[in-house]
Every structure is written in C-alpha cells, then in structure tokens.
C-alpha cells in the first residue's frame, strides 16, 4: 500500500528557512515522480515542484530560486527546502506521487509570520 | 491570472447527472496534457479520481469518468450523491516540468 507521510512544517517568521520531508513506502521514490503541491487558507492547489525518478527537478516560477527539491534514496524520503520564506508562502504543504498524482499524503502546515 | 480555467461553483441534484470543464485561457485541451481531475473535502486531503483523461483511480467508483469534449477536458459525475458535494480540481501537464492547476469547482448537491 502506497503511503506518504509529510512532516516539517510550523510557524517561521518572513526571511526564515524551512525543511518539509515527505516519508514513502509502499514504492521506491526513485521508479517515480515525486511532487509538492501547496495550499494557501481558503484557496485552490498550487503544483510547487518535482522530482522524477531519474533526479531531475522542475519547480514553479513561484518558487524558483528560493525551494529545492532533494530526496534521501536510503530513506525513501523526499525533502523540499524552503527558502526566504514570505507570507503568501504560508500553505498546507501536500506531498503526492506517481503520475497524475494519484496519491496524496496529509499535508503539513508551514505558516509564515511575524 | 488564471492558465487552466474550471467553474467556480456548480450545483447538481441528488441523482441527476453533472459535467465539469477544465480548459485553457488560450488554446485547447488535449490528451496530451494528461489532465487529472481531484477531489476534496473541506480540511482532507484531495484525492485523485481520473488522471491520463480518463483513467480511474483504484476504487473510484464508474459514476466517475473522465473525457475531452470540445476543447476542455471533462468530468461526469453519473447518478450523483450527498457525498459528492465537494471541491473538485483539474491539474494539466504543460510540458517543460510544469504542472498546473486549475482554480477548482465547488459542486453543490441540493
């Protein structure tokens, strides 16, 4: 049974840094894509980035520069490191895989505040 | 501005049978931007019902599928009941890496 486990998140004041981690099992992280989906209190999903089995990443303009994706093989765990962090990046933080996002993990709160 | 439209609300009866739109601002929707369409509840986790166009996901049930009709990509939704009342979002492949959502329907079942 394919299962994602998200964790990582909390309060972080504007500037600050953030590691969120998304734990897989059922499957190897590495045979597929591996996203971050955001989102912010009260609006739609926003596609954050990816990593694909091979390792190559892709990340929203929104993101660019600022979040990076990485995995853990021996882990099975995927990361993504959040940046500079400012207010409208405050979201619930959504870990899904395979293609078409077939399966979502529960999220995790990251809140961006002063 | 928003690339991938959706309908922001929509309402359907008990029973009775509803199709949701996913397009584009410019240009049409085709296989070939994989559209996957999603469900959730207010404070769960979205849960993916169609992807590749048409594909279920194990477990949905076939009141559920999904199409192109025209130039959107579409979600039918057969038979529909209380629980269906939802969020449902689509999500197209644009090429290059990206991925993007669309703003979501909010389906009423009254």
């Known amino acids: 049974e394919v299962q994602l486990v998200e964790s990582g998140g909390g309060l972080v004041q504007p500037g600050g840094s953030l590691r969120l981690s998304c734990a897989a099992s059922?499957?190897?992280?590495?045979?597929?894509?591996m996203f971050w989906v955001r989102q912010a209190p009260g609006k739609g999903l926003e596609w954050v980035s990816v990593?694909?089995?091979?390792?190559?990443?892709s990340y929203a303009d929104s993101v660019k520069g600022r979040f990076t994706i990485s995995r853990d093989n021996s882990k099975n765990t995927v990361f993504l490191q959040l940046n500079s962090l400012r207010a409208e990046d405050t979201a619930v933080y959504y870990c899904?895989?395979?293609?078409?996002?077939?399966?979502w993990g529960q999220g995790t709160l990251v809140s961006v505040s002063s | 501005q928003t690339v991938v439209t959706q309908e922001p609300s929509f309402s359907v009866s008990p029973g009775g049978t509803v199709t949701l739109t996913c397009g584009l601002r410019?240009?049409?929707?085709?296989?070939?931007?994989?559209p996957s369409w999603s469900q959730q509840t207010p404070g769960q986790a979205p849960r993916t019902l169609i992807y590749?166009?048409?594909t279920r996901s194990s477990g949905v049930p076939d009141r559920f599928s999904g199409s192109i009709l025209g130039n959107k990509a579409a979600l039918t939704i057969t038979g529909a009941q209380a629980d269906d009342e939802s969020d449902y979002y689509c999500?197209?492949?644009?090429?290059?890496?990206?991925?993007?959502f669309g703003g979501g329907t909010k389906l009423t079942v009254l």
């Open positions: 899904a895989t395979d293609w078409g996002f077939v399966y």
């Open positions: 059922g499957f190897t992280v590495t045979k597929n894509y």
């Open positions: 990593i694909y089995g091979g390792g190559s990443t």
């Open positions: 590749n166009t048409n």
């Open positions: 999500v197209l492949y644009m090429g290059g890496g990206i991925w993007v």
């Open positions: 410019s240009g049409s929707v085709s296989d070939s931007y994989y």
